[in-house]
């Protein structure tokens, strides 16, 4: 669970777009 709050934690960090951290989301829960 840690290490997927990272990746995510990561990407917003590298992107900072909300949008394509739903869709990371969105497609990790899918």
């Known amino acids: 669970m840690r290490i997927f709050f990272h ?3 990561t990407s917003i960090l590298k992107k900072g777009y909300i949008c394509d951290i739903n869709t ?3 497609y990790e829960f899918t």
Request: net charge positive.
């Open 7 to 9: 990746f995510i934690y």
């Open 24 to 26: 990371k989301i969105a």
